[in-house]
């Protein structure tokens, strides 16, 4: 899968960000594994989606990830914990597997982590990252287990997890003359 636009081309990493993710307790299958880690340059624009950098400009590196469904790519910069994406239509890193029956067969359960470092860790498989907690409830509703791999998600987990409030109603009766 090569979903990248042009303009952002994705590059293998340098000898430098895989000796730091290394240094930082991942393994070379994490770094592989569903798909390789990937490395972009760009300016994270507001409305969340990487830029390219400006002419002449080498821009910020990005590690990237690519998502096969929906097929979009996830890049994040270690050194600010920011996150941005290829079209916006992933809300977490490891989306794929949200709807994988292997994410959840044999009793397992959709791990949410709280950092980038910690999916790596972990091996990257079934398990993902929520950057856009507000759209969470929407694309988890429906799934049979989550597990969430650290306390401090609990707080998140408790505020978004929730179904949107109900619009006020009101009827409108006909006026009898």
């Known amino acids: 899968m090569d979903s990248a636009r042009p303009d952002i081309p994705l590059q293998p990493l340098l000898q430098c960000h895989i000796d730091w993710l ?3 307790g991942m393994d070379i299958k994490s770094l592989t594994s569903p798909v390789p880690v990937k490395l972009a340059h760009g300016v994270r ?3 969340g989606r990487l830029d390219p950098p400006a002419p ?3 821009g910020k ?3 990237a990830f690519e998502e ?3 097929d979009d790519v996830v890049f994040w910069d ?3 914990g920011s996150f941005a994406t290829q079209n916006g239509r992933v809300i ?3 989306e794929t597997f949200f709807n994988e029956a292997a994410t959840y067969s044999f009793d397992s359960a959709l791990t949410l982590y709280p950092d980038p470092i910690a999916l790596l860790k972990a091996g990257r498989l079934f398990g993902a990252v929520i950057f856009n907690w507000p759209c969470a409830w929407w694309r988890l509703f429906d799934k049979p287990r989550i597990r969430l791999a650290d306390p401090a998600l609990i707080r998140l987990y408790d505020r978004w997890m929730k179904p949107p409030s109900d ?3 009101s009827v409108t009766l006909p006026e009898v003359a």
Request: hydrophobic letters at 40%; charged letters at 10%; zero cysteines.
């Open 68 to 70: 096969a469904i929906p």
């Open 45 to 47: 624009h507001p409305d």
């Open 92 to 94: 977490a890193l490891g």
């Open 61 to 63: 590196a990005w590690l």
């Open 167 to 169: 619009p006020d109603v």
């Open 22 to 24: 290394l240094g930082h």
């Open 78 to 80: 270690p050194q600010t």
């Open 56 to 58: 002449g400009e080498a």
